[in-house]
């Protein structure tokens, strides 16, 4: 069983920064994808950016070039660092950790205001 577990998650103003950690454990092999995604009041849950075992990132358009994806493979641990966070970016946060179509793990949602 893999549990993920969220944290870093606050109430911020426009312009600040935040960072998020999704620490996992359990039964995880080594060669895995983990990502956020979020999901606004009314809307679908998103991807932000994602980032594989040998490092290789994807994010989403709109948090190109003010949100930093990276890993500790040795922790078992994904970072999401938030700059310039915009009240647009107010959101629960998701951390998921996939292995394959049988083994596709989510944390429990950590929430992330951003004030104007």
């Known amino acids: 069983q893999v549990q993920l577990v969220e944290s870093g998650g606050g109430l911020v103003q426009a312009g600040g920064s935040l960072r998020l950690s999704c620490a996992a454990s359990?039964?995880?092999?080594?060669?895995?994808?983990m990502g956020w995604y979020r999901q606004a009041p009314g809307k679908q849950r998103e991807l932000v950016a994602t980032?594989?075992?040998?490092?290789?990132?994807n994010y989403a358009d709109s948090v190109k070039g003010r949100f930093t994806i990276s890993r500790d493979n040795t922790k078992n641990t994904v970072y999401l660092q938030m700059n310039s966070l915009k009240p647009e970016d107010t959101a629960v946060y998701y951390c998921?950790?996939?292995?394959?179509?049988?083994?596709?793990?989510w944390g429990q949602g950590t929430q992330v205001t951003v004030s104007s």
């Open positions: 359990g039964s995880i092999f080594s060669i895995n994808l």
């Open positions: 998921r950790l996939r292995i394959n179509a049988y083994y596709d793990y």
């Open positions: 980032i594989t075992s040998g490092g290789s990132t």
